[in-house]
């Protein structure tokens, strides 16, 4: 068998989701899938163990961040990411180019790549397509990502059409100049908020595109309707054999409405964000748990899930964590956080086999809130 391939197990006659698996070197992963975000090379506060209980399938870390610290080439010395961080199952590794795209006043973008300062130290830096190839490739990760270029909400159709045109150059030279067979290269499709550039972007982008294609640049100001329109101009002309990977979105309604739109794979580091500020998930909405009604608490998160937070700890004690500043607090939540969008896209996969997944949808929606 190929080191990476995709096929659909099955579409669900109500909705047209679908539920398939992706075959990589290090395991498969079902999907509808969320991600959970490692960036630096660890999902924050959580261990491979945690993380496995939780059943994560596969995480991503972030080129940029890695390649500043601790190094490219010490991660290679270490036998790549997964002896690095000491996690067995598939890793992807964002280019770069969103983080990139971040850092507005500190970068400078030419047709040939992009030069930098870091966020950390102020040193200057130049990353082209060919080089941000080549640190990706000494990472190690299972699937890697195309150098692209993200624009900001706002910009003229112009501005973005260039942006769409330079981030195509961009992936034929990334494509050229990869030649690991052991990662699998997603490219990117851009094209910012306008329908015509977005559906330009994916039919340009599909024939670099070998087992998976990567939706970038939404999920980044605009609102979720206008995210959910650019889905479904894109639908109808997404590649059947393999996943979409909808880059950088991960709240529960988002989920649901992205995998009703076609798309196959998630991340986002909203989960472990907001756990860190004391926001929980659950079945019943959101719970910001500093909430002085929670002091006296003491039944569980959220009663509907299995997490290591939910059958041993009250909402009372993860408060006090929370408001005492204990590290332990963010873990709590991240655990739960994380297992509950992991178990909400297995409950996702299961009413897809199941031909109900939009019964599943108006349920959860009841339940939880329209957000």
């Known amino acids: 068998m190929e080191k990476f391939s995709y096929e659909v197990l099955h579409t669900c006659k109500q909705s047209g989701a679908r539920v398939g698996v992706l075959h990589t070197p290090h395991g498969d992963i079902?999907?509808?899938?969320?991600?959970p975000v490692g960036t630096q090379a660890t999902v924050k506060s959580l261990t491979p163990r945690d993380l496995e209980e939780i059943e994560a399938q596969i995480i991503l870390s972030n080129t940029y961040h890695l390649y500043l610290r601790p190094g490219h080439e010490v991660v290679k010395k270490a036998g790549g990411l997964h002896k690095f961080m000491n996690w067995n199952?598939?890793?992807?590794?964002?280019?770069?180019?969103?983080?990139?795209?971040?850092?507005?006043?500190?970068?400078?973008?030419s047709e040939d790549g992009v030069e930098f300062r870091s966020h950390i130290d102020g040193s200057k830096h130049y990353i082209t397509p060919e080089y941000d190839m080549e640190i990706q490739n000494a990472l190690g990760a299972d699937i890697i990502m195309a150098f692209d270029h993200c624009t900001e909400i706002g910009v003229t159709h112009k501005e973005a059409e260039d942006a769409m045109n330079r981030t195509l150059n961009w992936l034929d030279r990334c494509y050229k100049s990869h030649n690991n067979p052991d990662q699998m290269l997603f490219?990117?499709?851009?094209?910012?908020?306008?329908?015509?550039?977005?559906?330009?972007?994916?039919?340009?982008?599909?024939?670099?595109?070998?087992?998976?294609i990567g939706i970038g640049g939404l999920s980044i100001g605009e609102p979720k309707d206008v995210m959910y329109r650019?889905?479904?101009?894109?639908?109808?002309?997404?590649?059947?054999?393999?996943?979409r990977y909808l880059m950088g979105v991960g709240s529960p309604d988002c989920l649901i409405e992205g995998v009703l739109r076609g798309i196959d794979m998630f991340d986002c580091v909203l989960a472990t964000r907001i756990a860190r500020n004391g926001t929980a998930f659950t079945s019943h909405g959101r719970v910001i748990i500093k909430n002085a009604k929670y002091?006296?608490?003491?039944?569980?998160?959220?009663?509907?899930?299995?997490?290591?937070?939910?059958?041993?700890?009250?909402?009372?004690?993860?408060?006090h964590l929370i408001v005492a500043g204990e590290i332990l607090?963010?873990?709590?939540?991240?655990?739960?956080?994380?297992?509950?969008?992991?178990?909400?896209?297995?409950?996702?996969r299961k009413s897809i086999m199941e031909d109900r997944f939009l019964d599943f949808r108006e349920e959860f929606y009841r339940k939880y809130g329209k957000v």
Do not use: W
């Not at 079902?30 to 991600?35: E, G």
């Not at 479904?232 to 996943?243: A, F, I, S, T």
């Not at 607090?329 to 996702?348: Q, V």
């Open 89 to 109: 199952r598939p890793i992807l590794t964002d280019s770069g180019g969103f983080q990139v795209f971040s850092l507005s006043t500190l970068r400078k973008i």
């Open 30 to 35: 079902q999907t509808p899938i969320y991600m």
């Open 230 to 243: 650019m889905l479904d101009v894109l639908k109808p002309y997404y590649p059947e054999n393999m996943p």
């Open 187 to 212: 490219p990117i499709a851009q094209g910012n908020i306008y329908e015509d550039l977005r559906v330009e972007s994916l039919k340009r982008t599909i024939p670099y595109a070998k087992c998976g």
């Open 295 to 319: 002091k006296e608490d003491f039944s569980s998160l959220d009663d509907e899930c299995d997490c290591y937070a939910c059958k041993n700890f009250t909402k009372a004690y993860i408060r």
């Open 329 to 348: 607090g963010a873990k709590l939540l991240s655990i739960h956080n994380l297992r509950f969008l992991i178990n909400l896209m297995t409950n996702i």
